[in-house]
């Protein structure tokens, strides 16, 4: 997808499918942001792709297209785009360092290979020179070289060290994309990317120690009403609000993530499902207890609630069944009027 963008926004039609898309993104009432234009760019270039397919649905929905809607978009669409940029310009540097590395190799190598030679032409000289002046030339000849050696060592543990203090700047730069692009901007949690690896990560440690493991999905109750009441950057504060107080309940070894648009995800490796019941009843009690405002206007929002349902690992389940099984969980806790927590385990029973 993003080559063949690329390849287009390079192309003889570039200009055109830039102008297409401003008026199209007017035309969807979305905001020419750089993020959304970059997004929109990618669904008119190739609206089948994935991306695209994803944009076509938001907009059929009639889900608004808030800043976090682009910024979730984006972490699952464009982040592998991004990080591969990254690499590609770490690639560039990377090179240019080596070839310097290697250049300042090549020339200490000529250097000592000149030294030995005037070290050994020397050795000849002085054994053939009887005259005390033909000596002094010899050995003033030789301290020349000899400084000559020391200035290029010197040169070269200089560009050594400017080369490893360069590489050294280069990972940390490459450690921030690849966090970066493992995490939700507008929450600063894992991304669903980050969070699909680490689920099949967790049920494969599950199933392999014979381990319990955890899997909770949470959503916002009402977020769409809320949004059309207060507006997306309101939204987008509550959004805020849900993922710190999870993220402090998501101490090591638990993981939370923004999952969806008002959705978030956690594992509990190796917890009893008490103690799973115990932390997101606390974190439910916490959210609900909270009278929210505007900070715009300082208007009270009123609390807001969350619906969460939970799966405990079985033999057998993978990421995605265990998912399944969370998923049912939480809708059963919709269904049931919201603002609770369901054990997947009960909706089983139910239906068997
Ligand atoms: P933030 O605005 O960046 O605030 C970060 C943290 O600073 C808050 O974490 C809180 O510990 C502290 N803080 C900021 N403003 C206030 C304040 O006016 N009074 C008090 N007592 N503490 C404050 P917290 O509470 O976990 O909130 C995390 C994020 O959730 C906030 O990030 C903000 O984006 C959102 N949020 C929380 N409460 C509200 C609210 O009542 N209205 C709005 N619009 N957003 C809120």
């Known amino acids: 997808m993003t080559t063949q963008v690329e390849t287009a926004v390079r192309g003889p039609e570039a200009y055109g499918l830039a102008r297409r898309t401003i008026s199209e993104m007017e035309q969807a009432g979305v905001w020419p942001t750089p993020l959304n234009f970059e997004l929109w760019l990618h669904y008119l270039g190739d609206p089948e792709g994935p991306l695209g397919r994803e944009i076509q649905r938001v907009l059929g929905a009639g889900e608004p297209f808030s800043e976090s809607t682009a910024e979730m978009l984006a972490a699952e669409y464009l982040p592998r785009g991004r990080l591969s940029e990254e690499i590609r310009d770490a690639g560039v540097v990377l090179d240019r360092e080596l070839r310097t590395v290697a250049e300042a190799i090549a020339a200490a190598h000529r250097t000592h290979a000149d030294y030995g030679a005037t070290l050994s032409d020397a050795g000849r000289d002085m054994t053939s020179a009887a005259d005390p002046s033909r000596l002094k030339k010899i050995v003033t000849g030789l301290a020349t070289a000899t400084r000559k050696v020391q200035r290029e060592t010197a040169g070269l543990e200089k560009r050594l060290d400017s080369s490893t203090r360069e590489i050294a700047r280069l990972r940390e730069h490459l450690e921030q994309a690849r966090r970066d692009a493992m995490t939700d901007a507008l929450t600063n949690l894992a991304n669903r990317k980050a969070f699909d690896e680490q689920l099949v990560r967790a049920c494969v440690e599950a199933e392999a120690a014979e381990r319990t493991m955890t899997l909770a999905v949470i959503d916002i109750d009402h977020f769409k009403r809320f949004n059309d009441t207060w507006g997306h950057q309101t939204g987008d504060q509550v959004l805020r609000y849900v993922a710190s107080v999870l993220n402090r309940l998501a101490r090591h070894p638990r993981v939370a993530a923004r999952y969806g648009g008002e959705e978030f995800a956690l594992i509990f490796p190796a917890e009893n499902r008490l103690k799973v019941m115990e932390a997101l009843d606390a ?70």
Do not use: C, W
Request: hydrophobic share 35%.
């Open 283 to 352: 974190a439910r009690q916490e959210i609900g207890s909270r009278a929210l405002r505007r900070r715009s206007t300082n208007d009270e929002l009123g609390a807001i609630t969350i619906s969460a349902g939970l799966a405990q690992h079985r033999k057998g389940d993978t990421a995605s069944t265990l998912l399944e099984r969370a998923d049912e969980a939480l809708y059963a806790s919709k269904r049931g009027g919201r603002n609770r927590i369901t054990d997947a385990d009960a909706v089983d029973s139910v239906a068997a």
